[in-house]
């Protein structure tokens, strides 16, 4: 098992490397860089996009060439230059990405164009918020699908069945967003009950609370957001822990264990829950990373939480690219280790699987 999880640590290099090149690479081409953006802000321009309409002469980020930013007209050249050095951009692509792969190594995600932060600043204090709707999300959707997915399953056909089936297919049908609106409405202060706090993770005056109310504090604020987050996995994960059950149970070791007389949780819990849990188990990274990636954005949004979903797409508006970069590292780096936690509590349920001998 060493071996199997060395190899894959050794493959996150590479991967890690191939996302940041297409990203990099992707950014080459997509008009409007933060220096064009500075440069329409100083000019009165407002949108970047609206100084670039009816121009063909605008460059893309790197600034190369003859040609000059769309709105420098008014500028002095020095001016336009000392932007250029100050981002770098008076480099070659191929130089200023190795040059970023270089600091990542050492775990410099630069400073923030627009913010005069740290980006590995910036990371450490957005994380903790978007793990928070990702883990406890995930946590919840887990503890509540895979009971009633048994349950679902010992009943199959039954009238519990059918309705809590009509239940789930309408909850997986309503958008996460339009959700979320619906509980800031009807709980949040909106035109009924003002049950839940509409932002933030903590009320003001929190680090004088007890250790006690700081804890309640903190379940108080994320109920809403962690609730609209997990409301599309159940769906998903109760019909598979369902459907996986119903295999295992026809399957010929349930029948003979039946007919030698074990009763009827043994049979569910002692032997069928085991093999069930494996295809369950494994959509724990997909269930995981869709909460932490797609949701955080809209949620964060909503809610008025700063968390990296949030900050990654402010920075793709404005074009800081070095917190772009640098959430995209952090994304993928968590979407890795979350697929190694994966296969690792495939053992920890089925001490049989040996990853020793499979070829990565």
Do not use: C
């Not at 900050?311 to 952090?330: C, H, S």
């Amino acid at each position: 098992m060493g071996a199997y999880i060395l190899r894959r640590l050794l493959l996150v290099i590479p991967t890690l490397l191939g996302v940041m090149i297409i990203n990099f690479t992707l950014t080459q081409f997509v008009p409007g860089g933060p220096i064009e953006q500075i440069i329409a802000q100083m000019e009165g321009e407002g949108d970047v996009f609206e100084a670039l309409s009816g121009s063909d002469s605008v460059v893309s980020e790197g600034g190369a060439g003859d040609e000059k930013y769309l709105g420098s007209r008014g500028l002095p050249p020095e001016f336009i230059e000392q932007l250029e050095r100050e981002f770098g951009f008076d480099k070659p692509p191929v130089e200023r990405f190795f040059l970023m792969i270089w600091n990542y190594l050492r775990l410099d995600f630069g400073e923030s164009y627009f913010r005069s932060v740290g980006v590995f600043d910036l990371i450490a204090e957005k994380l903790p918020v978007s793990l928070t709707l990702g883990l406890w999300s995930t946590l919840i959707a887990y503890l509540v699908s895979i009971p009633l997915g048994i349950r679902k399953a010992v009943r199959d056909g039954s009238r519990f069945d059918t309705w809590t089936s009509g239940i789930i297919i309408v909850a997986y049908a309503i958008p996460g967003f339009l959700f979320a609106i619906m509980l800031l409405v009807l709980f949040a202060g909106g035109s009924y009950w003002q049950v839940f706090p509409l932002r933030g993770l903590t009320s003001d005056g929190w680090e004088n609370m007890s250790a006690l109310g700081k804890i309640g504090d903190y379940f108080w604020h994320i109920a809403l957001p962690v609730l609209a987050s997990s409301i599309s996995g159940f769906a998903t994960l109760t019909l598979l822990t369902k459907n996986s059950f119903l295999d295992e149970i026809k399957k010929q070791y349930v029948v003979t264990a039946r007919a030698k007389g074990v009763s009827e949780r043994k049979v569910l819990y002692g032997h069928v829950f085991r093999n069930a849990m494996l295809i369950v188990i494994a959509g724990f990274p997909s269930l995981f990373l869709g909460i932490f990636f797609g949701s955080s954005v809209i949620i964060e949004t909503l809610f008025s939480l700063d968390g990296l979903g949030r900050m990654g797409f402010e920075a793709a508006l404005q074009r800081d690219y070095p917190i772009i970069f640098g959430t995209l590292f952090v994304f993928g780096l968590v979407g890795l280790v979350v697929g190694i936690l994966s296969d690792l509590m495939y053992v920890f349920v089925d001490p049989r699987i040996d990853f020793e001998g499979r070829e990565v």
